[in-house]
């Protein structure tokens, strides 16, 4: 049976201040709770050392929210897999929907840092997921299909052990709308019966596959108790404590 991962996505929030206040809450709002849900928080480069000491003999995990491929070099304000490895990362979030349409990421660039993190033994939170005018079009299994073809062309399944895919349509990213429990778990069954044609049958009933896009206390018991949906990559909901307990809670 698949472990549920709850992972948060902090984007662009939180000093260090804030980011002491909000790890210390997240901390003391699970001390008392038996987990059988994986945490993990990824919070701004600048925040991840102070997190990784604060997380010390709990049970949260610590992930960045984006890396370059090369290992070190000439590449002015990027972030290597062992920088993130020296200060106790273990995940990282590759593809996020704000780095394709922002900053240009191409498939091509994701594929070579999904190949870099797993070369370098860091954990890839792999997104994929359509635009608005892509699902009005009829064209979310294509795009779905051509993301998850090319992000992980020659990497083996062996390598991709460890990989998570977030499936975040971004038409529900910070816009209060979500998919339907419905329309999500139609999305996540088709990337399970696609892994499987790529890979094998196996490593696609094993693969974690979280929900993300406006992801909040009120649906995400009814997202994640949909068969193929294995956690949450959550947003906005993460940045205040309770809620992303709540939705940890709605996990177990």
Known sequence: MRTKIVAGNWKMNNDINSSITLINDIKNGLAQKELNVKVVICPPFTSLSIA???????????????????????????????????????????????????????NQLINKKIKSAVDNGLKPIFCIGETLEEREL????????????????????????????????VWAIGTGKNATPEQAEEVHLFIRDLISK????????????????????????????KPNIDGALVGGACLIADSFIKIIESAQ
Do not use: W
Request: net charge negative; glycine share 10%; aromatic share 8%.
């Open 138 to 169: 009829g064209k979310t299994f294509e795009v779905v299909e051509t993301q998850i073809r090319e992000g992980l062309q020659g990497i083996s399944e062996t390598e991709l052990s460890d990989l998570i895919i977030a499936y975040e349509p």
């Open 198 to 225: 790529i890979y094998s049958q196996k490593f696609a009933e094993n693969l974690i596959i979280q929900y993300g896009g406006s992801v909040k206390p009120e649906n995400s018991k009814d997202l994640m108790s």
């Open 52 to 106: 990784s000491e604060l997380i010390k003999n709990t049970p949260i995990k610590l992930g960045a929210q984006n890396m370059y491929f090369e290992k070190s070099g000439a590449f002015t304000g990027e972030i290597s897999p062992l920088m993130l490895k020296s200060v106790g990362c273990e995940y990282v979030i590759l593809g996020h929907s704000e780095r394709r349409t922002i900053f240009g990421e191409t």
